[in-house]
């Protein structure tokens, strides 16, 4: 019998790894830190303090290390967050926003701790794979001009209005 392995996605940041992870657990649900490793005497932080975070968003697990400056995160991998509602994408684009974010283009933003997001409605899918090229290219187009996505202005550039 083969075992299946185990994935996690692990997030080097330079420190605050445990705050960041806190902050992510709060805003999703089903979501929680499981467990803290600290660095010990001679690690290249205080002893006592977070070295790793074992965490899971949404009931997908991650681990973030406070691994110091060698690494930064870049919007080359990013955490896409699938919201069925506007309310649903207002309130994850302003909270992950909050406190020194930096919007980007798309739905797509980078929070206070280096991460990038895409913060997108679930139907973009089926509206930008419409198989009719004109509603699809519509779609697309109206994207394009957007930071924050607007779900109600999509459909309606789907629609041709």
Sequence with gaps: MVKTPSITTFLWFERNADVAAEFYTSLFPNSRVTKVTRWGDGGPAPKGSAMTVAFELAGQTFTALNGGPHHKLTPAVSLAVSCETQDEI????????????????CGWLEDRFGLSWQIVPAAVGDLLGDPDPARAARTGQALMTMQKLDLAALQRAHRGE
């Design 90 to 105: 207002d309130r994850y684009w302003d909270a992950l926003l909050a406190d020194g974010g930096k919007p980007s283009m």
